[in-house]
């Protein structure tokens, strides 16, 4: 078996892996049955894995540049067409997900202010570490 034919195997086992994970993190994301934290932790877990995963298809599309200046991939069109196609759906998981991330994020900020808890004494935390603090404060009948 070529290196070619090799390295496109692991893009297609990469690519579904990582189409698995990123249906994983819809379910969660949609999930009603498990509390914050276990969303929170089980949401890092996911992202941890999906960097690594992406890393690793880099890694290997760059092996696969390399090997098709050698070999011939005419045998192996039919495979990197199954493979764009699982990468495209991938794409499209993501996007959506990224989605449901930022409405849940809206809903929640919206939640606290409404209740009058987004203010020093409570700061909200942004994906880089640093707080935010809007400084508004909204009364139930403003909502």
């Known amino acids: 078996m070529s290196q070619l034919h090799t390295t496109y195997q692991q893009i ?18 949609k999930s009603r ?11 890092a877990n996911l992202a941890d ?3 690594e995963l992406v890393q690793t298809l880099d890694t290997l599309e ?3 540049q390399f ?28 996007q959506q997900n990224g989605k449901d991330i930022s409405n849940q994020t809206r809903y929640t900020r919206r939640a606290l202010e409404i209740l009058g808890m987004e203010d020093a004494s409570n700061p909200m935390y ?11 404060r909204h009364s139930l009948g403003m909502a």
């Open 49 to 51: 894995k999906k960097s």
């Open 33 to 43: 049955d498990i509390d914050s934290l276990e969303r929170s932790i089980t949401l």
């Open 12 to 29: 297609e086992q990469g690519a579904q892996a990582l189409e698995t994970l990123l249906s994983q993190e819809s379910h969660v994301l």
């Open 126 to 136: 942004g994906a880089d570490g640093n707080t935010t603090n809007s400084g508004r």
């Open 67 to 94: 090997y098709l200046r050698s070999e011939s991939a005419t045998a192996l069109e039919v495979q990197w067409q199954n493979i764009l196609a699982i990468l495209q759906r991938c794409q499209s998981l993501n």
């Open 62 to 64: 760059r092996n696969r």
